[in-house]
Nanobody
């Protein structure tokens, strides 16, 4: 059974930094596109950053120049380095991975992490 485990959230002051991690494990799979999304209270879940297996990246305009997404394919892990954090970055952050999974046959499915809270406040 494939699962994603996130870590690295917390409380940080404006201008501070955090690094989120999301590791996939369990079963036979290949991680394809990986990404981070966030959801603030009362708002929809929005894309923050995505990265292809080959390393091509895409960022929301609001985080360009401050956040960096990266991945380690050998560890099936995606990271989000967040610098110069602002109060408006406060949200629950979710990782998302498009997986090719083998269970008698190969199939493609999206997986979501459990979410990690990031709070930016003085």
């Amino acid at each position: 059974q494939v699962q994603l485990v996130e870590s690295g959230g917390g409380l940080v002051q404006p201008g501070g930094s955090l690094r989120l991690s999301c590791a996939a494990s369990g079963g036979i799979f290949r991680a394809n596109d990986m990404g981070w999304y966030r959801q603030a209270p009362g708002k929809q879940r929005d894309m923050v950053a995505t990265i292809t297996r080959g390393g091509d990246t895409n960022y929301a305009d609001s985080v360009k120049g401050r956040f960096t997404i990266s991945r380690d394919n050998a560890k099936n892990t995606v990271y989000l380095a967040m610098n110069n954090l602002k109060p408006e970055d406060t949200a629950v952050y979710y990782c998302n991975v498009a997986m090719s999974v083998y269970n008698s046959r190969w199939y493609v499915r999206d997986y979501w992490g459990q979410g990690t809270q990031v709070t930016v406040s003085s």
